[in-house]
């Protein structure tokens, strides 16, 4: 019954349309979503024709647990852009966060020592101060009504210096013995999956269920396809914006604490152009960069379309790994003028 | 009835028996209109009349489908707006066609800047200067058109015009937006044009302006002219009677509203900064109508009641006084409102039927989790209560018509079970059979024992479903009119001020 829809009064069909399915073509997505993977699939081909190692596991839980970082944040910044804001700090607030959590554990040391409770003091401190940055940034723009790109531009600047000032130039260094305790959150794992992939994978996935099946995502995509009606229709619109900000910081201090076992340190270039990579895995996904529609595991697949392009220029040794950053540049100027080919259709 | 001046001279811009469709529906009915050089020709006529379709022909922003537009004898050689510009015909329209971030002199000369490769400042600013001397305007070539108020920019607009040389100068109500000191300034401006042998088409709401500038007046109604006079063969009265003049359609349901107890009460209601003191009240099972010209404050007192603008005042529902603040608390309190304006305040166009449908209402959809089954229910019923007719039910809303739009709109409020639905421009842009249907729905409301209130422009419409009606004039209630009382020509007059025995109504122009 799905072609019947031309003859008759439409509303016919309409009415006893609960069991009715929309035809197989309108089920699937459409090209546009369809792209990001399969040039992932590409990628993941290209990879392997070009060095046997690409899909050993050591190599895939490299790129997996390196995507994991930029990939949760790029999560929380799926929702950002998706409610029609943008967050260009996220970087600067890894950095930030990092530096805070590193110096908040050493002085915590002396009194606590090394121990459980002390990676967990380091965790929430991380988690409370992404929340603290994520509301400042969300209410600067929901209150103070000032341009998201403006508001992040500053904060962006202001985390960076920031923390640049608590490393007094340098690196801010987690102490040894800690360091020795705390490096298992990244470098270990469960059933052999490395706990960066576990957490970025639970992220990913009620991120999805988040957007598609509650009304905190709804509300995303009503108010950025369009606020005012979204207000006219009792939407607590600068509530759920201030939540997207708060979210995105949160996600933040999540990635800050799955990075920190990495380096155990933190400097003025931690987290440099993160922003960009996040903004540009949720743009490849599919989400519309002005808000109104956002695709939670299209951004899952940018970052790892992104984190494939910097493996493979490393191992097949094809193109100088310099000039990863051009590839991804293309890549992302060709993912905008793909949606707009489609959305102008 | 035609008893227009003749004149020796040819029109300068003339339509001849110009017909309009848009689809299926004509909305003018061969139309036979003259612009002659050194006269003001007032185009009057109910809101949705034709007039503004009219303007835009005769701009060259729409071909007519059937008919003439001559100019100087011979057809009219444009297409575009730019085309007839170029060729002296100039319309400026309600919304002005300014840059507010550049001068008066920049947007003076926009597409036709002096000088070869570098900008000519000079002589732009010296040609505009003569310009502005001889609007005897005191405005600087150097201001920004966002600093200036509105009645400089309308002389802006006239002297943009001058420089492209208007023979022909189509006015789409200037004086809407301007205080009556500055109608007086655009009153001497457009004497001096037409001394100066421009021919000039003058539209406005407010028939004081008719009879003071117009040498000639056409009265349109629903696409036709039904009436054609010359200076001072029509009074107000009269003109008000023929842009009326007609019986009403039984498109309308029959009365038979039985109001009960007072639902809603208002009292001391202002919005800033329009609306002021507005009281009223609404009972249980009837239709309130109110009506008023566009820019009188309806919307405003809407949006106001339902917490969309900060307001002061008391509302009380049931006697119990409520505080509304926000959309949210108004549908806690039983009311809902139905914007004017679909497409940009009711509807996301870019979204499928359910999940327009549901918006407002998502929580009883489910928490955490947004229950698909049920939306599709009710998506469902919404199809088959409101007669929604949608090819596919996961299109975008954006490609339904505006009236199987109106209806979702409609159905999307009422999903909320609100006890007072306030309904502004119920039947906007819809074609005369959805609009029965939307009639019928909301006659409907009223005999479940809901109070709704009607903002409608459409006169008839206004009239053909309230049981009582409020005017409104300049932010405030001009009028109340009940039962006798309630005739087209007595809500007319309050809309205009031209009445002088109504209760209430203390202000004049």
């Known amino acids: 019954m799905s072609d019947s829809t031309r003859s008759d009064p439409a509303r016919a069909d309409l009415a006893r349309a609960d069991t009715a399915r929309p035809s197989l073509a309108a089920r699937l997505p459409g090209l546009s979503a369809l792209g990001p993977l399969l040039a992932l699939i590409l990628l993941v081909a290209l990879g392997a024709y070009l060095n046997e190692n690409f899909l050993s596991a050591g190599n895939v839980t490299n790129v997996l647990a390196r995507s994991a970082f930029i990939g949760m944040i790029a999560v929380g910044m799926t929702f950002v852009i998706t409610s029609g804001g943008l967050d260009l700090s996220v970087g600067s607030m890894a950095a930030f966060i990092a530096g805070v959590m590193i110096l908040a554990m050493n002085a915590l040391l002396p009194s606590m020592g090394v121990g459980v409770p002390l990676i967990l003091a380091g965790m929430g401190i991380a988690l409370g101060a992404g929340l603290l940055a994520g509301l400042g940034n969300g209410l600067l723009v929901t209150k103070a009504r000032i341009e998201p790109f403006i508001v992040t531009l500053g904060t962006m600047g202001i985390f960076r210096s920031l923390v640049t000032w608590l490393a007094d130039g340098g690196t801010i260094s987690l102490d040894f013995g800690v360091r020795q305790l705390y490096r298992p959150v990244y470098y270990s794992g469960l059933f052999g999956i490395a706990w960066p992939i576990l957490v970025f994978a639970v992220v990913a996935i009620a991120g999805q269920i988040a957007m598609r099946h509650t009304r905190f995502g709804r509300y995303c995509e009503a108010i950025g396809s ?20 708060v979210l995105l ?14 380096l155990g340190s933190a400097s003025g270039s931690t987290g440099m152009l993160w922003e960009l990579e996040a903004i540009a895995a949720v743009i490849i996904g599919g989400t519309a960069l002005k808000g109104g529609y956002g695709r939670v595991w299209g951004t899952v697949i940018g970052v790892l379309i992104l984190s494939l392009i910097d493996n493979i220029l490393i191992l097949a040794d094809l193109v100088s790994p310099y000039l990863n950053g051009t590839i991804q540049g293309v890549i992302i100027v060709l993912a905008v003028v793909l949606q707009r080919s489609k959305s102008s259709a | 009835m035609s008893t227009a001046p003749e004149r020796a001279a040819a029109p300068v811009l003339e339509l001849v028996d110009v017909r309009k469709s848009f689809g299926p529906i004509e909305i003018l009915h061969g139309i036979d209109f003259a612009l002659h050089a050194g006269e003001v020709h007032a185009l009057i006529g109910e809101n949705g009349a034709g007039k503004s379709t009219i303007m835009k022909i005769l701009g060259g922003f729409l071909a007519p489908s059937s008919g003439a537009v001559r100019l100087d004898g011979a057809p009219a050689p444009y297409t575009t707006g730019a085309q007839a510009e170029a060729l002296g015909v100039v319309v400026i329209h309600q919304e002005f066609n300014l840059a507010p971030d550049l001068t008066v002199s920049e947007n003076i000369w926009l597409g036709r800047e002096l000088g070869g490769l570098f900008l000519d400042h000079r002589a732009m600013r010296t040609g505009t200067q003569a310009l502005l001397d001889e609007l005897d305007s005191p405005i600087r070539p150097e201001a920004r058109i966002r600093d200036l108020p509105v009645s400089d920019r309308q002389m802006v607009e006239i002297a943009k015009a001058l420089a492209r040389k208007a023979r022909v100068l189509v006015m789409d109500e200037p004086s809407a937006v301007l205080t009556h000191k500055e109608v007086e300034v655009l009153f001497r401006q457009i004497e001096r044009l037409r001394a100066q042998g421009v021919a000039l088409l003058y539209t406005s709401h407010r028939l004081e302006e008719i009879t003071r500038l117009a040498d000639r007046v056409t009265v349109l109604r629903d696409g036709a002219v039904v009436r054609k006079a010359g200076r001072g063969e029509l009074t107000e009265d009269g003109m008000a009677t023929a842009m009326v003049g007609r019986k009403l359609e039984d498109i309308y349901p029959p009365k038979r509203h039985h109001a009960g107890a007072v639902a809603l009460e208002v009292r001391g209601f202002s919005v800033p900064p329009l609306v002021k003191d507005i009281s009223f009240t609404l009972r249980r099972g009837e239709v309130l109508g109110i009506s008023g010209l566009v820019g009188s404050g309806r919307t405003e007192l809407a949006e106001g009641l339902v917490g969309l603008r900060p307001a002061s005042g008391e509302i009380l529902r049931h006697g119990v006084p409520v505080k509304v603040g926000s959309v949210r608390e108004a549908a806690a309190c039983g009311m809902a409102y139905l914007t004017e304006d679909r497409k940009e305040h009711g509807l996301l166009l870019d979204k499928n039927l359910a999940v327009n449908l549901t918006l407002s209402t998502l929580a009883r959809f489910g928490t955490p989790f947004i229950d698909a089954g049920r939306e599709e229910a009710a998506l469902t019923r919404a199809i088959g209560d409101f007669d929604i007719r949608a090819p596919r039910r996961d299109m975008k809303v954006g490609n339904l018509s505006g009236g199987n739009q109106q209806k979702l709109l409609l159905a999307k ?12 421009e119920p039947t906007r842009g819809i074609d005369v059979g959805t609009k029965s249907q939307i009639y019928a729905f909301i006659d409907a409301l009223a005999a479940e024992g809901r109070s709704v209130i009607v903002i409608s422009s459409d006169m008839p419409e206004i009239l053909g479903l309230s049981d009582r009606v409020l005017v409104m004039r300049h932010g405030r209630i001009a009028g109340e009119l009940e039962g006798e009382r309630l005739t087209e020509n007595a809500v007319v007059r309050l809309v205009m001020g031209t009445n002088e025995q109504a209760s209430g109504s203390a202000s004049h122009v």
Request: charged fraction near 20%; glycine fraction near 6%; charge should be negative.
């Open chain 2, 413 to 424: 409020t009422m999903l909320g079970d609100p006890e007072v639905v306030i309904i502004d």
């Open chain 1, 226 to 245: 369009n606020d005012k009606v979204a207000l006219y229709s009792a939407v607590n619109v600068e509530r759920i914006r201030l939540m997207t900000y």
């Open chain 1, 249 to 262: 910081g949160l996600l933040v201090g999540l990635a800050t604490i799955m990075y920190v076992p990495r």
